[in-house]
């Protein structure tokens, strides 16, 4: 440009478009990617991909097979070739096949959490982690509003039936390996109190555990149907009582319990919602039991775990009072209702815990 400044061409060099006199110098002369706006798109684009996938029964089918091509793959699904290798090759995209030439085959992420019957199995919660799908498309107006036209709150059952027989799997497991932190197994007799239970998976996995424990489990009653089945499939259902009702206003006896588990049931609540769970959990607890908070808490910068944030929005695009809360908050919230020796475990990967303990004498 005529009778503009020469600048030497590297940044660290320019004397005129430096940050006090032309805003951000390097992203003047070499535009940021477009990148994360190619990954929020692809986002959707990704998460129906693999929710295809799940309903037309290929991992599951592959997992029958062993190594097929899309040819032999569309004969036992019954579906067009070019359809099925299209969709077969995001999948693979998505690191969630594996594909040598025009072979495709199952790899260690989708046997162990895709088929139906692996170890760590997601199958059933894909279709419903991001609540109900038409919430999203609705989200300016639920900003707009500050709440969504269609929250779960209105019929809570309908939703967290499927939700809770999802995350069985993985709660049980994040309440097995809890035990190598805490050693729950270590109590004689324990006495669990598991709030908002769903099916059951902290209360079962603990009870498998513990062979002299006893446990109450607490839902809305048709959700509660659901962890009745499962303490029978899994042999501890001599040893539960099922308490139908509201976890802010059931009946608990007070000073009572060894442990108390609140599993992913405080995000929904709000912050004084929240709160009082975890006064409810102080009152029911004997002195020197310990309450289990299972949540996704983002950092306080909210920059550092994208995870527990976007379950924030997930929150907050479904239910009336969803938001999640960071881990500074939830220690302050444990420390004001009592409890003392907070510890924060992450029992596996993404599933973290904190542990806090009543005060045996009273504060
Ligand atoms: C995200 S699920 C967690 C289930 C289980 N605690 C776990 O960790 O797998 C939340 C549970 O809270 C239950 N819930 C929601 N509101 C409730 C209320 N007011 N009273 C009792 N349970 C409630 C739901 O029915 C659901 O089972």
Known sequence: MAGAPRDPAYPELKTSHTMARAGRPWTDYKPP????????????????????????????????????????????????????ASLLDSVVALELLDQYTDVY????????????????????????APGPHE???????????????TPIDDDPSAFYIPLVEGTFTTMYRVAMRADLKIRYTALAEPRILDLGAGAGAWAISMLHRCPDGTAVLNDLPEVLDVARAKTVEHDVADRCELRP?????VDLEPDHYDIVVLGHVCRTEGASGARHLIARAFEALRPGGR??????????ERKFNPHAVIM?????????NGFTFTHRAFAEWLT???FEALRLIEPIGFQQVFVATKPRRKP
């Not at 009702?245 to 206003?249: K, N, P, R």
């Open 245 to 249: 009702g509201d976890f802010h206003t």
């Open 33 to 84: 990617p477009a990148a994360p706006v190619w990954a929020a798109i692809e986002g959707l684009a990704r998460y129906y991909i693999l929710l295809a996938a799940l309903e037309l029964d290929i991992f599951d089918t592959l997992q029958r097979t062993g190594p097929a091509t899309a040819e032999r793959l569309a004969g036992e699904l019954d579906v067009p070739t070019a359809h099925l």
């Open 135 to 149: 919430n999203w498309t609705r989200l300016a107006e639920t900003v707009r509003n500050g709440r969504p036209a």
């Open 336 to 338: 004001d209702a009592g």
């Open 291 to 300: 309450v289990l908070v299972a949540d996704y808490f983002p950092d306080p």
């Open 312 to 320: 924030g929005t997930t929150m907050m695009a479904s239910t009336i």
């Open 105 to 128: 085959e199952l790899n260690d992420a989708a046997t162990r959490y895709l088929v139906t019957d692996g170890p760590a199995t997601m199958a059933g919660l894909v279709p419903v």
